[in-house]
């Protein structure tokens, strides 16, 4: 196998990916500031980004284990849990291990992926779709709570046992079914990415990608009794100002997400270097960063800003798009900063690298 740092510390394309990924999480959170209904197309844009992340986070993992023990993966999934529960309680002033954030299941990710690393290519395959399988299973029987499970301090209250445990496991923002589904779904892809690099295999990718894609948006729009999908107006338009399309996580999301995972990762290591997708790499550099960064903004300067304005929530969408420029601009300028005050002053802990990047 292929070593994902056999020349360099950093490959193009993966940052481009993950670039691209956070880019279009960054709209997809802003998201309750912008008035609904929301647009269709902004909803698919925004609703595929996590696959993408989670799957990249994971096959990363698994195809750099050899490098590290496992308590160095141990100390870097507690860390990024810990990032994830300093959201919650300093940013959005809630209870941690109550909704769970997308960091909490790339946090457990992390750490399975490391112990999957012995699993050849098509048990963690397998493994991928008996999560998918599971997460419709536990749909179909304990059904699907629209309201997220979130305990304020300002509001605190006991929640029971049994609805914690359906946040974590079924309907929480990101539960870990179906997301860690996408854990074991990247370790295999992206493995599978630095073993074969025939155009074969190439082709063979790209037809399994467009089938799902195409499999999966059937099953979002035609109506199937057994399904959740649009014609059955069953997914959530809206939750909590969220409007991703994937409350619940339908069968047709699941295959549509995985078919763009898989399109998108063939596609992009063809990219050579040039100004668009330097910049977007750059990005991916700082993606933990940017995370932490765009929801401090929306909630501590573009929240006060409206609300000082007279306005509950952004009403045009060009408007809302120019405040996305603006604030992925200022991101980027932050990370111009980092740059500088890296250079002279490289940071040490491996907080910090999770967070700055080295």
Not at 25 to 38: E, G, Q, T, V
Not at 176 to 201: M, R, Y
Request: aromatic share 18%.
């Amino acid at each position: 196998m292929h070593s994902l740092e056999t020349t360099t510390d950093r490959l193009h394309w993966i940052d481009v990916y993950r670039g691209l990924a956070i880019l279009l999480m960054i709209p997809a959170n802003l998201s309750p500031y912008f008035s609904d209904p929301h647009p269709l197309l902004y909803r698919f844009l925004g609703s595929y980004a996590a696959p993408m992340f989670i799957s990249l986070s994971a096959g990363m993992v698994i195809l750099r284990a050899e490098k590290h023990t496992l308590r160095y993966y141990f100390n870097r999934a507690g860390i990024i849990l810990f990032i994830g529960t300093l959201l919650d309680t300093i940013l959005w002033k809630i209870f941690p291990f109550t909704s769970f954030d997308v960091l909490y299941v790339i946090a457990i990710g992390t750490l399975l992926s490391f112990l999957s690393q012995r699993l050849t290519i098509t048990e963690l395959y397998l493994a991928s779709a008996m999560v998918f399988i599971v997460s419709y299973i536990l749909q179909s029987f304990f059904g699907y709570n629209e309201i997220v499970l979130e305990v304020y301090f300002d509001n605190p209250f006991f929640p029971d046992v049994i609805r914690v445990l359906r946040s974590l496991f079924i309907d929480g923002w990101f539960p870990v079914f179906p997301w860690l589904g996408f854990c074991f779904f990247g370790a295999a892809f992206f493995k599978q990415q630095f073993i074969e690099h025939s155009t074969a295999s190439t082709t063979r990718f790209y037809a399994v990608g467009f089938v799902l894609i195409l499999l999966g948006f059937i099953f979002l729009f035609v109506y199937v009794p057994i399904f959740s999908s649009f014609a059955s107006n069953t997914i959530i338009g809206s939750r909590e100002g969220y409007s991703e399309i994937f409350y619940p996580p339908t069968i047709g999301y699941l295959l549509s997400a995985i078919g763009i995972v898989i399109i998108l990762g063939i596609s992009l290591r063809k990219l050579s270097g040039n100004a668009v997708t330097r910049h977007i790499a750059y990005y991916g550099k700082y993606s933990m960063l940017v995370y932490v960064l765009h929801q401090v903004i929306g909630a501590k300067l573009l929240s006060p800003i409206l609300e000082l304005l007279g306005y509950e929530q952004i009403q045009s969408g060009l408007i809302f798009s120019v405040v996305n420029t603006i604030i992925i601009f200022v991101i980027f300028l932050i990370g111009k900063l980092l740059d500088f005050t890296k250079s002279k002053y490289p940071p040490k802990s491996l907080f910090l690298h999770i967070l700055i990047g080295k």
